[in-house]
């Protein structure tokens, strides 16, 4: 996978994995073990979604768990008047004189609808390092691009709001 994750993405994760495996998955099993008890299983439909509520519940422990051991630990590099991993940018497209702001996040809390722009993006890549009042090529293909202008840049934390995509 080699995702980009922050430390606090990592802390995140943990906190969810040991959530899922102390709480959720002792819940689970005792729905499966209830279910069970109703009688035959060829027909008992609460035991079937039982046992494929358990096995999401396993299988998001092992994601997670895989992504902690892939992951490559992403901090910004950024000087405070630069764009960087947890900052919030204010851009304007040249063309449309259209404004947005956006905040440049890893992978796993990527969300546009949130405004969450990850840092593999085009548009993060091309404005990454660039400072306020600079114009900036965003290359999408070979043929395709568009000019957006750096109106503003805003220090913001890591505070742990975003969450973490489910997959």
């Known amino acids: 996978m080699y995702d980009k994750l922050t430390t606090n993405d990592v802390k995140r994760m943990k906190e969810e994995i040991e959530h899922r495996k102390i709480v959720v998955r002792k819940a689970a099993l005792e729905a499966v073990k209830e279910a069970r008890a109703h009688g035959d299983l060829s027909e008992n439909f609460e035991y079937y979604a039982a046992k494929k509520d358990k096995n999401a519940n396993e299988s998001r422990i092992r994601y997670l768990e895989r992504m902690i051991k892939t992951a490559v630990i992403a901090e910004s590099a950024a000087k405070d008047d630069e764009v960087g991993l947890d900052k919030t940018v204010e851009i304007q497209y040249d063309d449309t004189k259209k404004t947005e702001k956006y905040k440049l996040v890893t992978s796993v809390r990527g969300n546009i609808l949130k405004g969450l722009i990850t840092i593999e993006s085009p548009l993060a890549k091309a404005i990454m390092g660039h400072k306020t009042g600079e114009l900036v090529h965003v290359?999408?293909?070979?043929?395709?691009?568009?000019?957006?202008?750096?109106?503003?840049?805003?220090?913001?934390?890591?505070?742990?709001?975003?969450?973490?995509?489910?997959?």
């Open 139 to 167: 290359k999408v293909s070979e043929s395709v691009g568009y000019d957006v202008i750096i109106k503003s840049i805003e220090n913001t934390t890591d505070d742990g709001t975003d969450e973490i995509r489910r997959y």
